[in-house]
């Protein structure tokens, strides 16, 4: 069954410090993995996209790494900010298909 | 890119009533699709809407319940029937476009958010 796993489903950490979020997932035929980060009362926008071949990728202060053998990614955030508060939820999808698998998600929160 | 907007934004209906959510692309897309966001979940697709036929509904979601229309490729609409306290949810209505450098992108509405008393 293709699914994809998030952990953990909630952390707490200081403004200015550093975090990983965990993605794992079964999905096969693997296409592209996406993290997606939700601020509250609104609907996710893309922070990156990885395929197969692609173990790395970042933006601005967030690094995605994919490892496609033990089929894991991670989402790094650096130096976070207030406004990182958010829910980060990952989405893998499957080769030949439009359907999107997303994971539950993992709700960060920020304090100053 | 694609900007989508969602009407309304929020809504508080009555048990039995219906929402009818509307959802506005700034260009042509080809792919549309609605989900439902229920407290502190993940996304779930209800269906696919399609232009100019039937929408595809996934596994639990049928049409009677949540009714879609996609009259062009620029807008649809998803009407949730029957309201009831489940219905309560977020609902977002998702673009892809592309293929940009071979990859599909994925865009989402602001979403609407649903409470049914």
């Known amino acids: 069954k293709n699914q994809v796993e998030q952990s953990p489903q909630s952390l707490i950490i200081l403004e200015g410090k550093n975090c990983t979020l965990q993605?794992?997932?079964?999905?096969?035929?693997?296409?592209?993995l996406r993290w997606y980060k939700q601020d509250t009362g609104r609907g996710p926008v893309s922070l990156t996209i990885m395929t197969f071949s692609e173990n790395t990728k970042s933006n601005g202060r967030y690094t995605a790494t994919l490892d496609a053998d033990t089929k894991q990614s991670s989402l790094h955030i650096t130096a976070s900010q207030l406004s990182d508060s958010a829910s980060y939820i990952c989405?893998?999808?499957?080769?030949?298909?439009?359907?999107?698998?997303f994971g539950t998600g993992t709700r960060l929160k920020v304090l100053a | 890119s694609a900007v989508i907007s969602q009407k309304p934004s929020r809504d508080i209906c009555q048990r039995g009533t219906s929402l009818t959510i509307q959802c506005q692309v700034d260009s042509q897309v080809t792919m549309m699709f609605w989900y439902r966001q229920q407290p502190g979940q993940s996304l779930t697709l209800i269906a696919t809407a399609n232009q100019g036929s039937e929408a595809t509904y996934e596994s639990g979601f049928v049409i009677d319940k949540f009714p879609i229309s996609r009259p062009n490729l620029t807008f649809s609409t998803l009407t949730v029937s029957n309201l009831s306290p489940e219905d309560s949810s977020i609902y977002l209505c998702?673009?892809?476009?592309?293929?940009?450098?071979?990859?599909?992108?994925?865009?989402f509405g602001p979403g609407t958010r649903l409470t049914v008393l």
């Open positions: 993605c794992n997932y079964t999905v096969s035929p693997f296409s592209n």
């Open positions: 989405v893998v999808s499957s080769s030949g298909t439009y359907k999107y698998i």
């Open positions: 998702s673009v892809v476009v592309g293929p940009w450098q071979g990859r599909n992108e994925q865009f």
